[in-house]
């Protein structure tokens, strides 16, 4: 028997940051939507544990005891006083090390369909707990739709969302790594002072109203100036996405990945052959949302 699991990616339409805390992590107020690019996790009883990837980038995925999915199997079984002998096999079609959660997504998606498949029957407050242990996107990844997260990023609010937006995403010749750009912010923000990120009401607002011109003008993500400084030449992307139509253009979390919010699905697909022709990115793909988080399929 086997279970498989589809999980989302996701992009921020908010990302504001504090400053670094004792702990190295930085509070955040990071608002979450969940976009339909998927990676699938199947779990099937094995001898011992073991990890598996297809996909563009899986040569770049761990496949050790360091892979996120593998840390959630292994943190399950260990609650349950469990032996994690699953095969697990990642049909990755997420970026690896692109601000889209790839890896959180596998986390999640482990973690539901080991939970299933040994049917543990671990409560949603218990899974939200081992994914918050695993790392700040993968309660985000779990829930879906759309979501305020504050902390590190992992204590979830639920948010009204009032239609669907249209996306383009543009891959980027190399990764980013996420500890490397919070440390760029830091190194930017030396001297002075950073406020305490909050929520803009603005933003929540325009979310519930699903009017994508009015989210437009309210995106923000505070982590953009040091993704650009590590990786300048995403400034060529983004005016490439502009300058074929894009409402908004940034940078997806800590990057390098880009996000084009468009008025509509066609829209999108014009947005999304210009910057395929510009020469400026790797790949490009379009995806809407919100979108549900990890379900078992
Ligand atoms: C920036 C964001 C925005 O959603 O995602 P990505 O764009 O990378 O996908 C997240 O905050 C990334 O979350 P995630 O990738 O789960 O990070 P974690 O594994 O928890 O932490 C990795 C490292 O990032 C930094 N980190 C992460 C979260 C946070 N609130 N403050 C931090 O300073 C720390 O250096 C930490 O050691
Ligand atoms: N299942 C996984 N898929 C992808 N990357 C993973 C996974 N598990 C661990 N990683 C590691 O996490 C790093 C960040 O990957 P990813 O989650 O795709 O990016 P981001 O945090 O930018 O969204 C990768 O470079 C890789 O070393």
């Not at 498989?4 to 955040?28: I, S």
């Not at 603005?202 to 003008?217: H, I, N, Q, T």
Request: with cysteine; net charge negative; hydrophobic share 50%.
């Amino acid at each position: 028997m086997s279970v498989t699991v589809r999980v989302p990616a996701k992009v921020n339409v908010q990302l504001a940051v504090g400053a670094a805390r004792p702990d190295g992590f930085h509070d955040l107020a990071n608002v979450f939507l969940a976009v339909g690019l998927y990676d699938e996790v199947t779990v099937t009883p094995s001898d011992e544990l073991r990890v598996t990837c297809e996909g563009p980038d899986a040569a770049q995925v761990p496949l050790d005891r360091t892979n996120l999915a593998a840390r959630a199997a292994i943190a399950l079984a260990g609650r349950r006083g469990l032996d994690a002998a699953v095969h697990i096999h990642i049909a990755k079609d997420i970026p690896v090390a692109g601000g889209m959660a790839g890896g959180s997504a596998d986390g999640a998606g482990a973690l539901l369909a080991c939970d299933t498949l040994w049917g543990t029957g671990a409560s949603r407050e218990e899974l939200l707990e081992i994914c918050a242990e695993l790392g700040s996107d993968v309660p985000f990844s779990l829930v879906g739709g759309a979501a305020l997260g504050v902390g590190r990023g992992e204590r979830l609010t639920a948010l009204e969302v009032g239609g669907t937006f249209h996306w383009v995403f543009a891959m980027a010749a190399r990764g980013l790594s996420t500890p490397a750009v919070f440390r760029e912010f830091d190194r930017l923000a030396e001297g002075r002072d950073i406020p305490e990120p909050v929520a803009s009401a603005d933003l929540l607002a325009v979310l519930a109203k699903g009017d994508p011109e009015a989210l437009a003008a309210a995106v923000t993500n505070d982590l953009q100036p040091a993704a650009l400084s590590l990786f300048p030449e995403l400034a060529d992307t983004l005016a490439a996405g502009r300058g074929a139509g894009a409402l908004a253009a940034l940078v997806s979390g800590s990057g390098p990945t880009t996000a084009f919010l468009t008025r509509d699905a066609e829209s999108a697909e014009k947005v999304a052959q210009a910057l395929g022709a510009s020469g400026t990115c790797r790949t490009v793909r379009t995806a809407a949302g919100p979108v549900a988080g990890a379900t078992v399929v």
